[in-house]
């Protein structure tokens, strides 16, 4: 034990004390940043005055504080690296499309600065220990180089998990440099090398003629070049992290319109700990909601200045679990980020949307406000005859359902609404839920529960609600860069033939507006063998001739094993849908408990939907309004030097790229121009990608759009953010109702 033993042991506890420390550091705030690097530079100097001391000693006890000050030099390399003292300026995610060599270029250059002082460090450490017989230090720094070198390429040019939960927060864009893909052949070469390192340190360890230096200082090394080798597996093994690490490592993200997954940063441990700590309690009692909540950064000034409980308070729980406090750290977290949502309480007037009543809450009058960012994007929700179909359905059949759809809640609107539904997509059936969320979850979770060790493809960007339901139906997942078919072929092919694999995606995303490569997709599916699943939700009644969607646009809904819907947006009304053939349609009915065990949609929701879906099937009229009012709202916007993100569908986001300025932004155009448009920041977006997106409907006019364009360059001049060079692109309507007119010079008048 002594010999062998302690140092295995001594290894393994600072090992895992100095990594727990720069997981902790790491996930403080970037403003923690001071503080955080006094400290560690503090740790350096020491760690190299001990470094010195300890050169000449060759007793064991040497080796052990040789190998700690290496340790400790190594740790401050990685907290100024992971605080952005070293990463240097460049903080920019790589571009989707860019070439490999040049996504490894980037990767490289954002990483440089950190490359330099671990160089510098390491000349450092060569020059103090050059005569010292005693180099256990400068060997611990070197293996861990090593190693960490060799994580690197590993990342970058590819392995199938990348393990990104562990990446910490500050790091989150150096994911867009890596490439996920089957096993890398470096991968086996880096870690049979580093095998070899660890036996061979561990045969001299076990020398006959080793004195006690050398088996204390040999096994300490190769105890750590095992600890790093494990580390490395975790880029490749499939492990589920969540279940591993307490704090709640990895989650998804959450809210309406988030599409993407958020990884371990985003709901930093130490966050967790935190707030733990604050509350009196033990990290392991933290209910699993709030671990789970996505979180990106933390404030710990604002964290810590919580108003202390009061005793009533205080008294809700156990002396030494303090209930509130956990709630109000979530709270105040999300404040410090400029991330806590303030509701705007509007009053719809179905006549004249998009115009509504906004009620401020420290004024005692409503003021009349425009809504630029509805979903419901065709103003079908205020229709006569949708609003009508609703109230006749309301008198004849009460407000209610009146149960499950086993328990009498199977009413007959319901059962026209999914035959008109099914008619819309050309499938056999269709079932209704509550919610385009509760029909992703139930739909995905059922029909991959269903097959047999299937495989979930999924798009990177897609919804919450898909992401949910692949988690649910606890089968393997594989993300596919966004919208990225190549690198969906290259799952598909090493998935193999025979493997079950659903493919599920979106066909526009409602963030980006960008839309998915449906056809693409579909003859991928068939190639390989694949089931798919698409989500039209920001898609149906807008698009395709009878508002089937993009799938019916491009005419290739046959070809989709599943469509799914929502009736809440182009449809105005509330509730999801999914059509497929009769067979799956009668599985979902018959597994899934989110659709078995609640409640069905009330008749006046199905028949007012019912009508908004046969009305859209035979008029085009609101269709080819809204492609107008979406080409115009592009045109006045980049015509005013707008910075919109270009994108070929009806969704028109404006880049403001800051939490704090779009938030401004937002309550700018409501406060003192009468606009409503709700800022888009993190988790819905990246960071650094923070935008107002507009969403115009063919309810809104020219005059609205003046408006808008005069209100927006006022807010654009007041907060200083950057304008575009002003860009006239001709108006382009296909097959418009009414003949393209630009307001070029109205709207620039307007906004001077
Ligand atoms: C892509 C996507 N799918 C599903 C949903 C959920 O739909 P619903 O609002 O009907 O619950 C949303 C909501 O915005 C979405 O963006």
């Given at each position: 034990m002594t010999t062998f033993g302690l140092p295995i042991l001594y290894t393994i506890l600072l090992w895992w004390f100095s990594t727990g420390v720069i997981l902790y550091l790491d996930g403080l705030d970037r403003r923690t940043f001071i503080w955080s690097m006094s400290g560690s530079t503090v740790l350096l100097?020491?760690?190299l005055w001990g470094l010195t001391l300890s050169s000449g000693d060759t007793s064991a006890w040497g080796a052990f504080q040789a190998f700690a000050c290496g340790l400790a030099i190594w740790g401050w390399q990685l907290v100024s690296f992971y605080m952005g003292y070293i990463t240097g300026p460049r903080k920019v995610a790589s571009d989707a499309n860019i070439t490999r060599r040049r996504r490894f270029s980037q990767a490289v250059a954002a990483c440089l600065y950190h490359e330099l002082t671990v160089c510098g460090s390491a000349a450092v450490l060569i020059v103090l220990t050059w005569d010292a017989s005693n180099k256990m230090g400068l060997w611990t720094f070197l293996l861990l180089w090593g190693m960490h070198q060799s994580a690197k390429f590993n990342i970058f040019l590819g392995v199938p998990n990348l393990g990104e939960a562990l990446l910490p927060q500050h790091l989150r864009y150096l994911q867009s440099f890596m490439t996920k893909k089957p096993m890398n052949p470096l991968f086996p070469v880096s870690v049979t090398v580093s095998t070899v390192i660890t036996l061979l340190l561990a045969q001299k360890a076990i020398a006959t003629d080793a004195t006690a230096f050398d088996a204390a200082g040999y096994t300490i090394l190769a105890t750590l070049m095992v600890l790093a080798i494990a580390e490395h597996w975790f880029l490749v093994t499939p492990i589920d992290l969540n279940g591993l690490w307490t704090f709640g490592v990895k989650t998804e993200s959450t809210d309406t319109p988030t599409n993407r997954e958020i990884t371990m940063g985003d709901q930093p441990s130490n966050i967790v700990s935190l707030c733990t700590r604050q509350a009196g309690g033990e990290a392991g009692l933290l209910p699993a909601s709030v671990a789970h909540r996505s979180v990106e950064t933390q404030d710990p000034q604002n964290v810590t200045r919580f108003k202390p409980m009061t005793t009533s308070e205080s008294d809700m729980g156990s002396p030494t679990i303090k209930y509130q406090q956990y709630f109000e750290c979530a709270i105040?977290?999300?404040?410090?980020?400029?991330?806590?949502?303030?509701?705007a309480d509007l009053e719809r007037d179905a006549a004249a949307f998009p115009v509504a009543l906004w009620r401020p809450d420290d004024e005692a009058e409503p003021r009349e406000v425009t809504i630029w960012c509805s979903n419901d994007y065709l103003g079908m929700g205020g229709k006569a005859e949708v609003v009508g179909a609703a109230v006749r359905a309301a008198q004849r059949h009460g407000a209610g359902a009146g149960g499950t759809r086993n328990i009498s809640g199977t009413h007959h609107p319901i059962v026209e609404l999914e035959a008109e539904l099914a008619d819309l997509h050309g499938k056999e059936a269709a079932l209704a839920f509550t919610s385009g969320w509760i029909s992703n979850l139930a739909s995905i979770s059922t029909i991959a529960g269903l097959l047999p060790k299937c495989l979930i493809l999924t798009d990177a960007l897609n919804h919450n609600s898909m992401i949910e339901g692949i988690r649910r139906s606890g089968c393997e997942k594989q993300l596919w860069r966004h919208n990225d078919v190549a690198h969906l072929e290259e799952l598909l092919i090493a998935a193999g033939q025979d493997r079950a694999k659903l493919i599920v995606f979106e066909s526009l995303y409602s963030m980006d507006g960008d839309i998915a490569p449906v056809a693409e997709i579909a003859r991928l599916a068939k190639k390989y063998n694949a089931m798919t699943y698409v989500d039209e939700v920001h898609a149906v009644g807008m698009y395709?001739?009878?508002?089937?969607?993009?799938?019916?646009?491009?005419?290739?809904?046959?070809?989709?094993?599943?469509?799914?819907?929502?009736?809440?947006?182009?449809?105005?009304?509330l509730g999801g849908y999914i059509t497929a053939s009769s067979i799956i349609i009668d599985a979902v009915r018959s597994y899934a408990p989110q659709f078995i065990f609640t409640t069905t949609l009330p008749p006046m929701v199905a028949a007012s939907a019912?009508?908004?879906?046969?009305?859209?099937?035979?008029?085009?009229?609101?269709r080819t309004r809204h492609q107008?009012?979406?080409?115009?709202?592009?045109?006045?916007?980049?015509?005013?030097?707008?910075?919109?993100?270009?994108?070929?569908?009806?969704?028109?986001?404006?880049m403001v790229c800051d939490a704090s300025l779009c938030k401004a932004a937002s309550d700018m155009l409501l406060k003192r121009h009468a606009i409503y448009i709700q800022p888009i920041n993190y988790p819905t977006v990246e960071i650094g990608t923070e935008r107002l997106r507009i969403t115009p409907t063919p309810r809104h006019n020219e005059a609205h759009l003046v408006e808008l364009v005069e209100a927006l360059v006022d807010v654009w001049?007041?907060?200083?953010?950057?304008?575009?060079?002003?860009?006239i692109i001709p108006l382009r309507i296909n097959k418009a109702a009414e003949p393209a007119r630009c307001t070029f010079s109205d709207l620039k008048q307007a906004a001077e």
């Open positions: 100097g020491v760690s105040a977290r999300l404040k410090a980020e400029n991330r806590y949502r303030v509701f395709g001739s009878r508002g089937g969607g993009i799938c019916e646009r491009e005419g290739i809904m046959d070809q989709i094993d599943v469509i799914e819907g929502t009736l809440a947006k182009g449809f105005g009304t019912c009508a908004a879906v046969r009305h859209l099937k035979a008029s085009s009229e609101e107008y009012m979406a080409a115009l709202t592009k045109h006045a916007l980049r015509a005013a030097g707008l910075p919109i993100l270009e994108n070929s569908s009806h969704i028109v986001p404006l001049k007041t907060l200083g953010l950057p304008f575009n060079e002003a860009e």
